[in-house]
């Protein structure tokens, strides 16, 4: 009867052995499986492929939008002229420079603002869209592809960076010079950087062309958005070269910006028209 009673207790024992150790493994297992999307989510935010310049900084300061931005080419119902757009070269077949349909100036509009906020000291100045890739200018054979694919995810096409704008100046003639990242005429540290093209200075809308062809129906016109975005500072930003990008030269305003203002225009995309269909 003893030894009965003896089994009994070794097999409960044996039972409850087993019962815990499945209940640790099981335990073990979980924290295994959240460790491992842990490190999976840690990998996909770094290999996102969304480079960090031009990815989207914002500015963490608070600041009035008062300033008064103005052209005399354009508004709220006038467009960007063409002049002011890019030199836009439709490829065929691969080849550049063949089948040229237009060449504007890609010359940048003039630009005029109101009073700026006390203790003002210098302008910077920053012009992007919501247009996606384009097709104007030649990329560089060494640029990945994929540094196009973030503006897929709606990050902005930046067109112009720049800063230094002496605090006197109120007015950006029509067609400031590209050839080069110093703008002395504007100002002795006055500077432009590179935009979204990776050229320096400004480069002008440059919408896809939109395809018609004439056994479809008519295409709308496909109109995209630019802002010329006009900061006033609080000090000279020095450091900063012909590389500076628009997020640079974001983190380098955040926390000296006094004041702000904006103009926006549109720009239609071209449309071409081909024979047959798709």
């Given at each position: 009867?003893?030894?009965?009673?003896?089994a009994?207790?070794?097999?409960?024992i044996?039972?409850?052995?087993?019962?815990?150790?499945?209940a640790?493994?099981?335990?073990?297992?979980?924290e295994?499986?959240?460790?491992?999307?842990?490190?999976?989510?840690?990998?996909?935010?770094?290999?996102?492929?969304?480079p960090t310049?031009?990815?989207?900084?914002?500015?963490?300061?608070?600041?009035?939008?008062?300033?008064?931005?103005?052209?005399?080419?354009?508004?709220?119902?006038?467009?960007?002229?063409?002049?002011?757009a890019?030199?836009?070269?439709?490829?065929?077949?691969?080849?550049?420079a063949?089948?040229?349909?237009k060449?504007?100036?890609?010359?940048?509009?003039?630009?005029?603002?109101?009073d700026?906020p006390?203790g003002?000291?210098?302008?910077?100045?920053?012009?992007?869209?919501?247009q996606?890739?384009?097709?104007?200018?030649?990329?560089?054979?060494?640029?990945?592809?994929?540094?196009?694919?973030q503006?897929?995810?709606?990050?902005?096409?930046?067109?112009?960076?720049?800063?230094?704008i002496?605090?006197?100046v109120?007015?950006?003639p029509?067609g400031?010079?590209?050839s080069?990242?110093?703008?002395?005429?504007?100002?002795?540290?006055?500077m432009?950087?590179?935009?979204?093209?990776?050229?320096?200075?400004?480069?002008?809308?440059?919408?896809?062309?939109?395809?018609?062809?004439?056994?479809?129906?008519?295409?709308?016109?496909?109109?995209?958005?630019y802002?010329?975005k006009?900061?006033?500072?609080d000090?000279i930003?020095?450091?900063?070269?012909?590389?500076?990008?628009?997020?640079?030269?974001?983190?380098?305003i955040?926390?000296?910006?006094?004041?702000?203002?904006?103009?926006?225009?549109e720009?239609t995309?071209?449309?071409?028209?081909?024979?047959?269909?798709?």
């Amino acid at each position: 009867m003893r030894w009965c009673r003896f089994a009994v207790v070794l097999t409960m024992i044996a039972a409850l052995t087993a019962m815990l150790a499945t209940a640790c493994s099981s335990s073990d297992s979980a924290e295994d499986v959240a460790t491992g999307d842990e490190s999976a989510a840690a990998a996909a935010d770094t290999q996102s492929g969304v480079p960090t310049d031009q990815a989207g900084y914002q500015l963490k300061q608070t600041f009035d939008m008062s300033i008064q931005v103005t052209s005399t080419v354009f508004n709220e119902k006038r467009r960007i002229p063409k002049k002011n757009a890019c030199i836009e070269v439709e490829f065929i077949k691969g080849v550049p420079a063949t089948n040229v349909k237009k060449r504007p100036e890609n010359s940048s509009p003039p630009l005029t603002w109101g009073d700026l906020p006390a203790g003002t000291v210098s302008v910077a100045l920053v012009v992007d869209s919501d247009q996606l890739t384009t097709v104007g200018v030649k990329k560089p054979v060494y640029l990945d592809p994929s540094y196009f694919d973030q503006f897929k995810t709606g990050v902005k096409w930046v067109h112009w960076v720049a800063w230094n704008i002496p605090a006197g100046v109120h007015i950006l003639p029509e067609g400031v010079p590209t050839s080069t990242a110093a703008l002395p005429d504007l100002g002795p540290n006055a500077m432009q950087g590179t935009n979204s093209e990776l050229v320096i200075g400004y480069y002008g809308p440059c919408p896809p062309p939109a395809i018609a062809y004439h056994s479809r129906p008519p295409v709308d016109q496909v109109a995209y958005t630019y802002t010329f975005k006009l900061y006033a500072l609080d000090t000279i930003l020095e450091g900063l070269g012909p590389e500076t990008t628009k997020d640079t030269l974001l983190k380098a305003i955040d926390g000296h910006i006094l004041g702000a203002g904006e103009t926006v225009g549109e720009h239609t995309a071209r449309i071409i028209k081909k024979a047959g269909g798709p």
